[in-house]
């Protein structure tokens, strides 16, 4: 598992959510930080000094985790250019990229910079947001536990399979939203269908099925998610480059994410290695 660590006050939930998470399954979790291109670099500023100063952050960092989490195997990873190029890179070979979301300028509200969006767009594994300024629980959160729209169709059908293993692998409940749209009666269907799929899977795992006839997907979601474990969503398309390639839910939602949020995108063949699956079977196996 990779986390993101731009500076180590903003980012401090996302490396402590990221720890919890790799802890909990027993899994390895490699810090990764970026410092700029030398070309970026100010005139008469040391890129030694540069370097030196990512590779004490992430050091630190590290050495922090280790003492929360003795029995935690933790690498570090220092990057020479942009944090997105070096996400995107490595995603091909992580089970699961954990970044922050994106900041806003505090004086005029603006984002600066789209790092999570970009990473959760192009990424080849699947992504978290952690929202900065809150601490969650990997197997925590309020009654609704992990949160996953449900609306019948093939993307919501595999993110709701994913949304079932979190669920199970963390030992909470799964919440599945479904929002009336049009037609209603098709919809309902659909999602009761895959639900079912759901409880045969998992027989065990408490499953909470809302259907919400007064809100949008992107309101329902917003305030259903608002405190939860974990909230699970799809991407559209493969690697579009494009905002359009996410969904207007799922990027607005990744703007300001209720919760930490998994954008899940299927990898072939089947999943990948530490994924929930694999975490549940070597968590009982101890």
């Known amino acids: ?49 540069e370097v030196m100063a990512g590779r004490e952050l992430v050091t630190r960092e590290a050495e922090r985790i280790r003492r929360r989490y003795p029995g935690l195997h933790i690498g570090t990873y220092l990057h020479c250019g942009e944090i997105t190029e070096a996400l995107l890179g490595m995603s091909a070979a992580a089970p699961l990229l954990v970044i922050g979301a ?5 004086v005029s509200g603006a984002f600066a910079g789209s ?28 009654r609704r536990g992990v949160v996953v729209g449900a609306d019948g169709s093939e993307v919501s059908r595999a993110t709701l399979a994913r949304a079932a293993d979190e669920a199970d692998a963390a030992g909470t409940v799964l919440t599945a939203v479904t929002v009336l749209g049009s037609p ?4 309902k269907v659909g999602a009761s269908t895959m639900l079912r799929d759901v409880t045969r899977r998992h027989p065990a795992l408490p499953v909470r099925w809302v259907v919400d006839d007064l809100r949008t997907p992107l309101s329902a979601l917003a305030l ?5 474990a974990l909230l699970v969503i799809g991407r559209h398309g493969k690697g579009a480059r494009s905002i359009r390639g996410l969904g207007t839910v799922t990027h607005t939602l990744l703007l300001d994410p209720p919760c930490p949020t998994l954008v899940f995108t299927r990898r072939e063949p089947g999943p ?10 070597r968590r009982s196996a101890h």
């Open 1 to 49: 598992m990779l986390v993101a660590l731009r500076d180590a006050a903003t980012d401090r939930h996302t490396v402590e959510w990221a720890a919890q998470r790799a802890a909990h399954f027993a899994v390895p979790l490699t810090l990764l930080h970026a410092v700029a291109d030398p070309s970026l670099v100010a005139p008469g500023t040391s890129y030694e000094d």
């Open 102 to 106: 994106d900041r806003r300028d505090p």
């Open 115 to 142: 790092v999570a969006v970009q990473v959760a767009l192009n990424a080849s594994a699947p992504v978290v947001v952690v929202p900065a300024g809150q601490e969650y629980s990997v197997a925590g959160g309020d």
């Open 184 to 187: 209603p009666e098709r919809m």
């Open 224 to 228: 259903l998610g608002r405190g939860a």
């Open 272 to 281: 990948s290695a530490g994924g929930p699956a694999r975490e549940t079977v």
